[in-house]
């Protein structure tokens, strides 16, 4: 325990300093006075006595110094002093500081920005009891649902209760609908109007789960998970709650109106609990049990082929993940065969040979924008942090040719007896003085770019309910990041500076006072500028061009002029029934009736709005083994066709002809057309969905439509075939809208419209088919966006660099320059000598760059489309960009040289 | 007898507590208990004695106390603690095995 004992002498050294000086300078005086009469009385007179003891104790300041060391108060007693003295020097050179300063503010802010986005994507734990104890089943990458066969990432309800009573490993399991009911509409206490909302469903066990207290009222228990529909309860989210209700302590009781069922609230969850899923937030919880009323069309409770849900386990404390794998896929296997059968069909006996159900960590949530933006996220970060070192190079060239000015100062106080270290060390504090106030102003800028870095990814119309405000570790990131940087631009020009030949840097004068190396170094640092520049550069040419030409990519359909709405029947009480259809013909007719309004149509998807993909079989052939027989089906009202643009090319589309009682038919695309009726026209050949042969004449097809991009740009020719609402009664939500004109009159007019089919029915604007397109590539246009501004920015720097260099040098050359132009030298041939001076920096770099940024461009291939790593374009426009930047940069000075009037120039010094 | 012997690097520390061991000092009787005890063989650089007390300070192995000198002059004493203690104890039996080999060493050659 020496330590307590420490701490107590320490802080009294510190902030005692006076009287423990003050005891310090009596203790020495005894001892020197003792010492003194020691000599007298051996008969030493007293002047002579005293010297003697002087000399015999040392000089009384440097015990003092010394005893000072032994405290170690010396550190933070000079650490303060280089503050203050640093402060001092920076407001000296408010220039200098001002560029550095803001330099780094950029270069920080903007490595904070992408960090506090990376934080929130993929690094941040959830607000839960011990997050590191849950996890998923399964990888968590698909959602929807799924009727597959020994399906391992989307399981039915049945199975999440016969897992959760029969496993031995999880202390608790839960579940969740692996999809957001968002854009729900219901009323709130009754009340006329609808409000749009966004629902979840869990179930019983999920807050308990998960350990999550609320913060008002209570939150669902396992009772909550039987009987279905016997639980018309809900638990809101706290922003909701602050948003909606106005934090009324008196929530509890009341109620929200989804359909024809009244939900009573009971419960609020804590504030920072925003649900499982990083990027959504449900503003209500309500229990699976009651799927079938939130939500007819999801309706799967008891149908155990029904697979739509995640399951997230809590491990009991002992059990490792290996172990819980092992049990939970044994249960599976049991589970999947109880509900298969005592036979297997060869198909199920394959799928359950390679089912391997595998525990993913849920401590950081569930997110599918993890999936998408890790990688782009992560070379945004390669490329801020590359910006950053070129903006550290800058600072530390500015910094070394300070130093020249200040090597009398430095000359002086070693010459004083300042040592080396103690000045290197209170010159790298005026570097960390110039790096925190640039992470500090940094972390400010962050705070506005990680905000508008959401907005750029988010996919609606709303920004994504991200949390990047900076927690502690963005907080700690940036302070390692400001330590670096401080370090990384600061170590060298302060070993450089203090290595100074005194007798000459005494010297008044100039000409013949040079910091050994300083030209070699600040070169190489140029060097280093130009080559990372052309890294960045030659990486925004390649996302650029990938850009541009996911942007060119056909997607088959026309996607100008179309907007889309979303209809919500559910939620105003429509059953799937004639009503329905009605409503969607309706809405069509009056819609399509509108002036500007060229064509409407009700769709169940259009462009990435989601799939419904299952095999087909085909009347009189058999599978084909090399393809896996899934098909992108749709369901679409008669108008779609003309709305989307998209031309049919054989037979018909689908008209009045096409009833609830009228042979059942549909429209293929040109793919599908192709796998499974080779040869001669299609129209009239008939095939089933499912891979039962028995079904395999259900539906005939009428037409043929060219084939279209349907989830992603990037997607391959997909086989699709599309149905008509009338003979697939459900719920769809999507209503096209084909115009011309002005698009705000266009959404008023169909609002009117459709109120006018019906007055309750919730119609709500989305986006264009244009911007939909657009936020599919989403992650693709960041990257292209922020790699190009950051390059141009990597650019802009190096030619700050090269300038102050070139400037630097040709200043102090003048001289020079002043004897050769006196001798001779042409004004074209000096500014030739500058020029060519940069050229070969410039030459070097682009040699060093290269190399690196192709090997940096395999990198990154996964994102690049239809080029690759080494396009040729994209390197020889980088190149040729930054040749043209740093050859106008170091023009400037050039041209200042040639003009340099000798007659000036040799009298100068 | 020539100049008296400088002090090994280190020993000084040891010189110390093994002065302060006997009865709480200060600053300049520890320098002239140590010259007595080692019968003038050992000569302690007093520049270096204070230093030297600060840093046993700062370890913990002793503290201070201000008090009245012989002469009625208010002077600083310093007494081992409990843990200067046991570390003196460890240090003396360090320091005899050392020397002892040494001892060996130069004996047998």
Known sequence: MRWLHKVPLRLRSLFRKSSVEQELSDELRLHLERLVEENMARGVAPEEARYAALRELGGPDQIKEECRDMRRVNYIDNFLQDVRYGLRQLRRSPGITTVAVFSLALGIGANTAIFSLMNAVMLRDLPVHDPGRLVLLGKGRAGGSDDGFAVTDLYSYSFYRELRQKNQVFSDVSSLLSLLLGGMHGAVDGGPALEKMDVQLVSGTYFPTLGVKPTLGRAFTEAEDEPAGGHPVAV????????????????????????????????????????????????????????????????????????????????????????????????????????????????????????????TPASRGLSRLRFEFSLPLQILMAVVGLVLLIACANIANLLLARATTRQREIAVRMAIGAGRARLVRQMLTESLLMSLGGGALGVLFASWASHALVATVSTGPEPLPLNVAPDGRVLAFTSLVSLATAITFGTVPALRTTRVQLTSALKEGRGAVAIAGRGALARALIVLQVALSLVLL???????????????????????????????????????????????????????????????????????????????????????????????????????????????????????????????VAVINETMARQYFPGGSPVGSRFGVGDDPKHSSDIEVVGVVKDAKYQGLRERRWPAAYYPYTQRVGYYYGLEVRYAGDPRTIIAEVRQAASEVDRTLPVTYQNTLAEQVDQSIASQTLIARLSAFFGLLAVFLACIGIYGLMAYAVTRRTNEIGVRMALGAGRSKVLWMVLRESLILLALGLAVGLPAALAAGRLVSKMLFGLSPADPLSLAAAALLLLAFAVAASYLPALRASRVDPMVALRYE | MGKPTDLVQGTLDLLILKTLALEPMHGWGIAQRIRQMSNEVLQVNQGALYPALHRLEQSGWIKAKWGESDNNRRAKYYSLTAAGRKYLEREQANWQRLSAAIGLVLETS
């Open chain 1, 538 to 664: 030659i990486g925004a040419g390649l996302f650029l061009r990938s850009l541009v030409k996911l942007a060119h990519v056909d997607t088959g359909f026309n996607k100008e002029n179309v907007l889309m709405f979303g209809i919500d029947p559910v939620d105003v009480g429509y059953k799937e029934d004639a009503r329905l259809v009605n409503l969607y013909q309706q809405l069509e007719q009056r819609v399509s009736a509108e002036p500007g309004v060229r064509a409407a149509s009700i769709s169940f998807f259009t462009f990435n709005q989601g799939a419904w993909d299952d095999p087909v079989v085909v009347q009189g052939s058999i599978r084909m083994p090399e393809t896996n027989n899934d098909v992108l089906h749709n369901v679409i009202g008669p108008g779609y066709f003309a709305t989307m643009d998209i031309p049919l090319l054989v037979g018909r589309v689908f008209g009045p002809q096409d009833t609830d009682s009228s042979p059942k």
């Open chain 1, 236 to 359: 809101i989210s706290y922003s909701w709650w602050k948003r909606r209700f106005g934090r009324d302590p008196s929530i509890t009781g009341r109620t929200v109106t989804l359909g024809s069922t009244v939900y009573t609230i009971i419960g609020v969850a804590p504030p920072e609990f925003f649900g499982t899923t990083v990027g959504q937030s449900p503003d209500l919880w309500i229990p699976l049990s009651m799927q079938k009323q939130v939500s007819p069309g999801w309706n799967g409770l008891d149908n155990k082929w029904f697979q739509s849900l995640y399951i997230v386990a809590r491990l009991k404390p002992a059990v490792t993940v290996d172990e819980a794998q092992a049990n939970v896929n044994l249960l599976a296997r049991q589970i999947w065969h109880e509900y298969a059968g005592p036979v297997l069909t060869r198909q199920q006996q394959q799928n359950l040979d390679h089912a391997h159900i595998q525990l």
